[in-house]
């Protein structure tokens, strides 16, 4: 946006010149013409004109916004993957001969990009680019003044140690937004690397997941590193949004422990609850447990003020995900309050029922009577079913060296921005492109980068598989 802003300039100095001499040159003829009214832009509001187009055909909902994505491993690549679904020009930086360590990490096929790395770097292109080289330096620069926003997710201080200072980059572009997920805010753990599960513990997450006579639990639900890089992705719309008032760009800046802390907000109301009395919708309540100085572990209770539980359904014996997820409703216990100290005896009784039946076969029943409930799915059934396929949730793309696979689409739809699920690139596939046509480097230039030794690797370059 930057440069095209530089030319749109350019282009209308040169449209008022050509309408100045033509001025000049018809001043001894005076001919009256009728002023035709120019179509107006805005609709009067300050937004555009409605668009004719029909919906979903009229570009995608971030098409002209170029980020520099920094990012590695899962909480920044979860942040740029969503903006480049939505049509973000996605341009990622990888160490030459290495790339991001998880495209060798937990590798299923030799040879190939790991899962890990595949399933949350679509819809982007990759650059090689060595940061601490004198040529590469230069290079990031050139990218910085021609990109709309850098993301990243470097331990703290690795940005500054490469010279992309605030100040640097702000004073080379004022309009960039600089996007960061840390582990921890400022304070006295923001020198910290953090890793998922670090962030569930310290967020809250740990300690009020699991059974009240087991340790603190994580879930398999990736809070920390997924949920801080939506809640990033939100933070860069917002200032890309305050930037068509302002003009100028600002620092983001999303911590896991914050990110998970939101995703727990429940939790904290209910420690704030604690000191005017128990909390009656926890199950230990009904059971005459009494609570401690801090929320405890609640098990599957539902948290709201609907009480449920998960019930075994016919197979469970065997198969480890023949459960449900059910709501009570019952009339006789018309309340949740006349509910609460009878929850056992109720779960009971309904459980006789739920393992008569699978549990589509329970989902089924129940929902004609309008009680909330849900299967427990494995990932082997979320991945075989057709409907989330259908609407785009889960996509199979193919990839050059590892063939087909299935990822996560966009999860939140757009009526008239339909996602852009492609596959992830290979380490520096868009190298040469981005040199020529994004930072503009003629032929000769592209060589002498490639001597410099600035995108590729050394000699002996690092191993990536790991673990
Ligand atoms: N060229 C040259 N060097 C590069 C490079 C490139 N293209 N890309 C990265 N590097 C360097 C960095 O400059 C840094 O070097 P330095 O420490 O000498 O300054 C080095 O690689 C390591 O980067 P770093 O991010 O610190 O990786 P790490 O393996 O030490 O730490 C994390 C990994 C995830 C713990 C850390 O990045 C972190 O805490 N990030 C913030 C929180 C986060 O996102 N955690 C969740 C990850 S899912």
């Keep these: 946006m930057a440069t095209r802003n530089k030319v749109a300039k350019a282009k209308s100095k040169a449209t008022a010149a050509r309408a100045k001499s033509s001025a000049k040159k018809s001043s001894k003829k005076v001919v009256k013409l009728k002023v035709k009214k120019p179509a107006a832009k805005t609709a009067g509001n300050g937004l555009p004109r409605l668009s004719s187009k029909p919906f979903g055909q009229a570009g995608r909902a971030l098409e002209g916004v170029r980020i520099l994505d920094f990012t590695h491993v899962q909480s920044g690549p979860t942040c740029t993957q969503l903006l480049a679904y939505m049509g973000a020009d996605c341009i990622k930086v990888e160490r030459p001969g290495v790339g991001d360590i998880t495209r060798g990490q937990l590798r299923d096929v030799k040879g190939a990009d790991s899962l890990y790395f595949t399933m949350l770097n679509g819809s982007k292109r990759s650059i090689t680019i060595d940061s601490k080289h004198a040529k590469g330096r230069e290079i990031l620069d050139r990218l910085v003044q021609q990109c709309d926003v850098l993301v990243e997710n470097f331990a703290p201080g690795a940005l500054d140690r490469m010279g992309l200072t605030w100040e640097h980059i702000h004073k080379l572009n004022p309009r960039m937004i600089v996007a960061s997920v840390k582990g921890f805010g400022p304070g006295p753990y923001e020198d910290c690397k953090v890793y998922e599960n670090v962030a569930q513990c310290a967020g809250g997450s740990a300690s009020t997941t699991g059974f009240r006579d087991g340790p603190p639990l994580v879930t398999g639900s990736q809070i920390g590193d997924s949920g801080t890089g939506l809640h990033l992705a939100l933070g860069i719309v917002a200032a890309l949004y305050q930037r068509i008032r302002t003009g100028r760009g600002q620092r983001v800046l999303a911590a896991m422990q914050d990110g998970v802390l939101n995703l727990c907000r429940v939790k904290l109301r209910d420690q704030q609850r604690l000191k005017h009395g128990p909390l009656t919708e926890y199950s230990q309540h009904g059971e005459g447990v009494p609570f401690g100085a801090a929320v405890p572990r609640a098990g599957n209770d539902s948290g709201g003020g609907q009480p449920g539980w998960i019930l075994k359904c016919k197979g469970w014996e065997t198969d480890p995900d023949a459960y449900i997820y059910f709501i009570t409703q019952a009339p006789v216990y018309a309340t949740p309050p006349a509910r609460l100290p009878r929850l056992r005896q109720i779960f009971d009784t309904?459980?006789?029922?739920?393992?008569?039946?699978?549990?589509?076969?329970?989902?089924?029943?129940?929902?004609?009577?309008?009680?909330?409930?849900?299967?427990?799915?494995?990932?082997?059934?979320?991945?075989?079913?057709?409907?989330?396929?259908?609407?785009?949730?889960?996509?199979?793309?193919?990839?050059?060296?590892?063939?087909?696979?299935?990822?996560?689409?966009?999860?939140?739809?757009?009526?008239?921005?339909?996602?852009?699920?492609?596959?992830?690139?290979?380490?520096?596939?868009?190298?040469?492109?981005?040199?020529?046509?994004?930072?503009?480097?003629?032929?000769?230039?592209?060589?002498?980068?490639?001597?410099?030794?600035?995108?590729?690797?050394?000699?002996?370059?690092?191993?990536?598989?790991?673990?």
């Design 350 to 467: 309904v459980e006789k029922w739920t393992e008569t039946k699978n549990k589509f076969e329970a989902m089924e029943i129940l929902n004609k009577y309008d009680i909330p409930c849900g299967p427990i799915l494995s990932m082997k059934e979320i991945a075989e079913d057709e409907s989330l396929r259908a609407t785009g949730t889960v996509v199979e793309v193919d990839h050059p060296t590892r063939g087909k696979y299935l990822t996560v689409g966009n999860p939140i739809k757009m009526s008239d921005s339909p996602a852009d699920v492609r596959r992830s690139p290979l380490i520096g596939e868009h190298t040469d492109e981005i040199l020529r046509k994004v930072l503009g480097y003629s032929e000769k230039e592209v060589g002498d980068i490639k001597q410099s030794g600035a995108i590729t690797a050394p000699d002996k370059p690092a191993k990536a598989e790991a673990a």
